[in-house]
T-cell receptor, first 113, second 115 residues
Framework: DAKTTQPPSMDCAEGRAANLPCNHSTISGNEYVYWYRQIHSQGPQYIIH???NNETNEMASLIITEDRKSSTLILPHATLRDTAVYYCIVRGAIIQGAQKLVFGQGTRLTINP | GAVVSQHPSRVICKSGTSVKIECRSLDFQATTMFWYRQFPKKSLMLMAT?????????EQGVEKDKFLINHASLTLSTLTVTSAHPEDSSFYIC???????????FGSGTRLTVV
């Protein structure tokens, strides 16, 4: 699976949009971009995933560049509860069985009041 | 939605004893589950892939005789830390995937402290 690069930390004001970047320049055509977050001392929580089109759900939006070498996770109206470590993971499609998720260092996002 | 239950959430044990951690998929069947460990302020490190009805696949550097994994049913995988030592103290997390290209669901983790 392709490697990802994320900034180690970011700050955002409460109520503002939080934009978390991720570089995955070696991504291949059949690899998806997944985002998870981990609030302190809890298991990771799935946020969103995408292949090449932009995606939106109730939690966030995922913007993937046309060349797919980078993406941005957008939390439209950040709250204090969004303070967490956010992980961007690239992995292949599940054909049969399950493929492992390998976590990088992630971005520690702090939402400030 | 898919729910993964992990038990216990915290455990303290004495050096030399064994500890079993359970991971259950509550509302779906999971042919494959995954076990991770996490040290303070570090990322999750994959330990092994647990396969229902067959042997687990361990990542490089993970001792299979120390971290015993059993996946006897489609809803339960267990991780047993054998002859635990203080350096095994860590946060252990399991995950499972529901069929279909959904995200993986993680348990809430087990904080193991070996004294």
């Amino acid at each position: 699976d392709a490697k990802t690069t994320q900034p180690p930390s970011m700050d955002c004001a409460e109520g503002r949009a939080a934009n978390l970047p991720c570089n995955h320049s070696t991504i291949s055509g059949n690899e998806y971009v997944y985002w998870y977050r981990q609030i302190h001392s809890q298991g990771p929580q799935y946020i969103i995933h995408g292949l090449k089109n932009n995606e939106t759900n109730e939690m966030a939006s995922l913007i993937i560049t046309e060349d797919r070498k980078s993406s941005t996770l957008i939390l439209p109206h950040a709250t204090l509860r969004d303070t967490a470590v956010y992980y961007c993971i690239v992995r292949g499609a599940i054909i049969q069985g399950a493929q492992k998720l390998v976590f990088g260092q992630g971005t520690r996002l702090t939402i400030n009041p | 939605g898919a729910v993964v239950s992990q038990h216990p959430s915290r455990v303290i044990c004495k050096s030399g004893t064994s500890v079993k951690i359970e991971c259950r998929s509550l509302d779906f069947q999971a042919t494959t589950m995954f076990w991770y460990r996490q040290f303070p302020k570090k990322s999750l490190m994959l330990m092994a892939t647990s396969n229902e009805g067959s042997k687990a696949t361990y990542e490089q550097g993970v001792e299979k005789d120390k971290f015993l994994i059993n996946h006897a049913s489609l809803t339960l995988s267990t991780l047993t830390v054998t002859s635990a030592h203080p350096e095994d103290s860590s946060f252990y997390i399991c995950s499972a995937r529901q069929d279909g290209n959904y995200g993986y669901t993680f348990g809430s983790g087990t904080r193991l402290t070996v004294v």
